[in-house]
């Protein structure tokens, strides 16, 4: 029996029932196509026909379907994953989707696996991964937060996103000392405003065409922002991938000054707003990617010896569990050199061990560069 819809979705257009017989075409039409691609995606190596024909009349109890959750990689068939949780549900009602996926992003989180208890850890034990300032440009530790209550992106209405805002922009003007900041808008944010500062890696980029087929981006910009500080050295963004990307960045390498400041922010926040966790799957996202610690500490760095093999760079990083990025994120590439290096798993460890991976495997990085 279809599970029935709830009622935000009524609102936005998904039926009870059945799954449509459009989507259904949708599917079938998408699944051949990138069946014959030379697409790289998870989501084609775990999508096999068995399991789509298994998967493709299910509905979660918030009406989405399989092309909810597919739909951005059927459309990026250059896709590194290709799919997303259009609600909390789609874990569970997908889950032999996303389990495999997710035990290969996240390098061998099995579905009988289960994130461990949040452990900021012993803080003091991380100091600056570049001391001499010779390659680390600057480093950002950053995790993410869904709204307890609210569906992710793709199932929110317009009405939600202004009443979430309101709520995350009123709670972060309330942030003390050096977390103290204000809230800006997307909404009457100029231009010119707007791109300076995501030239300058602070915001969030428009027109992601992931989250755009993912059906993420409906409303753009109402409810979407950022806070930041004085020093945009703590900053918020609201609304984008996820509900909340909390962030701490500063320039130069010293992780352990940037780790403490997000770990002040996150606890202030949290003892604010509640925040939704799964018993499995740790603090929940829109992006499988994104589970569990939901943790990404990154350095901007320039090892050019290192770098003038990019597969190298790659294989290097690898070793030590990390992932290569270009100057300005993900999809991008490198300008001038620098490459954004993060730690790749976020789950089935703790905050800190997720930092430390980035730490010491930057460690081994630059070693390795000075060796060349
Ligand atoms: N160490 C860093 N120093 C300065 N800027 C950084 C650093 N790491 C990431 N950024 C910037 O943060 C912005 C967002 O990057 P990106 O979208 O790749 O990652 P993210 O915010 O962690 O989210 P996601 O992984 O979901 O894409 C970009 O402008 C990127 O250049
Ligand atoms: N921001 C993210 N969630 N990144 C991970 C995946 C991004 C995109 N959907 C892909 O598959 O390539």
């Known amino acids: ?66 092309l909810d959750c597919i739909q951005s990689g059927l ?31 996240h390098l061998g989180f099995t579905k009988n696996d289960k994130h461990p208890p949040s452990d900021f850890g012993d803080v003091k034990t991380l100091g600056n991964v570049d001391p001499g300032g010779k390659f680390v440009i600057s480093t950002r530790v950053r995790c993410g937060r869904s709204l307890e209550g609210y569906p992710f992106n793709p199932c929110l209405t317009e009405a939600q996103y202004k009443e979430m805002e309101k709520k995350v922009s009123t709670t972060l003007t309330e942030l003390t ?6 809230y800006y808008p997307l909404t009457g944010m100029t231009k010119k405003d ?31 922002g950022i806070f930041h500080n004085d020093n945009k050295t703590f900053l918020v963004w609201c609304n984008e991938e996820d509900h909340l990307r909390i ?9 352990g000054a940037i780790y403490r400041r997000l770990i002040e922010g996150v606890q202030s926040i949290e003892k604010r707003m509640k925040f939704s966790r799964h ?40 070793r030590y569990n990390l992932q290569v990025r270009g100057t300005r994120g993900e999809h991008t590439e490198a300008e001038g050199g620098i490459y954004d290096i993060s730690n ?29």
């Open 177 to 182: 000392g050096e977390l103290k900041g204000r």
């Open 247 to 255: 962030i701490s960045m500063q320039q130069g390498g010293d992780l």
């Open 279 to 318: 018993p499995r799957l740790g603090f929940l996202t829109f992006c499988p990617t994104n589970l569990g610690t939901t943790i990404r500490a990154s350095v901007h760095i320039q090892v050019p010896k290192l770098a003038s093999n990019y597969k190298k760079l790659e294989e290097v990083a690898g």
């Open 75 to 105: 459309a990026n068939h250059d896709s590194g994953i290709g799919v997303y949780a259009p609600d909390a549900d789609a874990y569970t009602v997908f889950s032999k989707l996303f389990d495999p996926i997710i035990e290969d992003y």
């Open 1 to 66: 029996m279809a599970a029935a819809c709830h009622d935000c979705y009524r609102k936005c257009g998904k039926s009870a029932g059945g799954v449509d017989p459009n989507v259904l075409d949708k599917l079938e039409k998408g699944f051949a196509q990138l069946q014959t691609s030379n697409s790289k995606s998870l989501l084609k190596k775990y999508l096999t026909r068995p399991l789509f024909e298994e998967l493709k009349n299910k509905k979660t109890s918030f009406g989405s379907t399989l």
């Open 194 to 224: 707007q791109q300076q500062l995501i030239d300058d890696h602070f915001l969030f980029k428009e027109g992601d065409r992931f989250l755009q087929a993912a059906n993420a981006c409906r409303f753009w910009p109402t409810g979407r």
């Open 344 to 372: 790749k798993r976020r789950m089935g460890l703790t905050e800190y061990q997720a930092v430390k991976e980035m730490h010491d495997g930057i460690l081994e990085i630059i070693k390795h560069e000075s060796a060349a």
